[in-house]
T-cell receptor, first 114, second 112 residues
Framework: EAQVTQNPRYLITVTGKKLTVTCSQNMNHEYMSWYRQDPGLGLRQIYYSMNVEVTDKGDVPEGYKVSRKEKRNFPLILESPSPNQTSLYFC?????????????FGPGTRLTVL | GESVGLHLPTLSVQEGDNSIINCAYSNSASDYFIWYKQESGKGPQFIIDIRSNMDKRQGQRVTVLLNKTVKHLSLQIAATQPGDSAVYFCAETDFGNEKLTFGTGTRLTIIP
């Protein structure tokens, strides 16, 4: 089944404790992206990747890192999480960018930083 | 700054009736628009898209209308069903920009 998977689905952590949220897609997509979703603000893009080893900042990249060493994986790293990073996070992928390729979203990761 | 917004945060519709969800956008350079559906506990799911060279596009039970003059986008869902209950987002981009800008969403509730 074609899908985007994220792990963990739920995470409660404390300020300053490094964490990684994994994202994996099995559709051989080139474009991958991370979003956060907050009430009243809609989805905001954190980082995106056009292909392996090619990443770029989205609208709200502060406090986050990403890597794209393999085509299928695009982990989101929070080196020192803070309470304002409490949010619902979505990973998405699409075949490419520059054409109207459908973005497929993962199920989401709900992160709480205490 | 540029923004994509929705007129109504919530909408309740009787099962079987048609629903219309509206979206206003402010970036006149946007040339591609998408509607997403997000069910509770799930990620957004693509519904339908439209390019700026079109005014209307139809899918299965859904129609998207684009009015570039007033920068307005709408999603019409015909003969609504309980499974249509969800939050609906519009999103916009232009093909020179490698990212989407999302609206805040409208919660559609179908009343049995």
């Amino acid at each position: 089944e074609a899908q985007v998977t994220q792990n963990p689905r739920y995470l409660i952590t404390v300020t300053g404790k490094k964490l990684t949220v994994t994202c994996s897609q099995n559709m051989n997509h080139e474009y991958m992206s991370w979003y956060r979703q907050d009430p009243g603000l809609g989805l905001r893009q954190i980082y995106y990747s056009m292909n392996v080893e090619v990443t770029d900042k989205g609208d709200v990249p502060e406090g986050y890192k990403v890597s794209r060493k393999e085509k299928r994986n695009f982990p989101l790293i929070l080196e020192s999480p803070s309470p304002n990073q409490t949010s619902l996070y979505f990973c998405a992928s699409s075949l490419s960018w520059g054409v109207a390729d459908t973005q497929y979203f993962g199920p989401g990761t709900r992160l709480t930083v205490l | 700054g540029e923004s994509v917004g929705l007129h109504l945060p919530t909408l309740s519709v009787q099962e079987g009736d048609n629903s219309i969800i509206n979206c206003a956008y402010s970036n006149s350079a946007s040339d591609y628009f998408i509607w997403y559906k997000q069910e509770s506990g799930k990620g957004p799911q693509f519904i339908i898209d439209i390019r700026s060279n079109m005014d209307k596009r139809q899918g299965q039970r859904v129609t998207v209308l684009l009015n570039k003059t007033v920068k307005h986008l709408s999603l019409q869902i015909a003969a609504t069903q309980p499974g249509d209950s969800a939050v609906y987002f519009c999103a916009e981009t232009d093909f020179g920009n490698e990212k989407l800008t999302f609206g805040t969403g409208t919660r559609l509730t179908i009343i049995p």
